[in-house]
């Protein structure tokens, strides 16, 4: 039900792109960009996957598409989240026009390390084939992918 709000949690923050962290702002339907803020924990992470659907459904991609940006989107949660650490925030910035989404995520906790070479393998392994480019920035936190509707 609209309105509602879970007891102790932390509502997510959706702004469009460009504008000031605790702006509050909603899809700006020209161009399609769209930053959602979590809290960091897997229990967001599928809202993340919820925005990568919609922004590939807006696109136009064939729903296989729309399931494997999904995927790649929860891959990347798991890859960027420490789970041991309880405090911190996700971020994804969403840009989605002419038939592509380009998606940076970026994860911020306090007393994390950099990417272990197991995790980044086992993303590869796992979502590299699920999109047509990805980028990691392992000491950061952060990674970068796109999707196309129509890869060559």
Not at 16 to 40: E, T, Y
Not at 85 to 98: I, N, P, T
Not at 114 to 127: I, W
């Amino acid at each position: 039900m609209p309105g509602q709000r879970c007891p102790g949690r932390a509502d997510p923050e959706l702004v469009p792109s460009g504008r000031g962290p605790g702006s509050r702002g909603r899809l700006n339907a020209v161009n399609g960009d769209v930053r959602i803020k979590l809290p960091a924990t897997l229990e967001f992470g599928r809202m993340a996957e919820i925005a990568a659907e919609h922004a590939a459904a807006h696109q136009g991609f064939p729903p296989e598409h729309i399931a494997n940006l999904s995927r790649a989107v929860k891959e990347t949660v798991l890859l960027l989240l420490d789970p041991e650490l309880s405090e911190g925030s996700m971020a994804f910035d969403y840009q989605s026009k002419a038939g592509i989404v380009a998606i940076e995520a970026r994860v911020e906790q306090a007393g994390s390390k950099p990417l272990s070479h197991d995790r980044v393998d086992r993303f590869e392994t796992a979502a590299g084939s699920l999109v047509d480019s990805w980028k990691l920035d392992p000491d950061d936190h952060r990674l970068w992918l796109q999707k196309s509707a129509n890869p060559l």
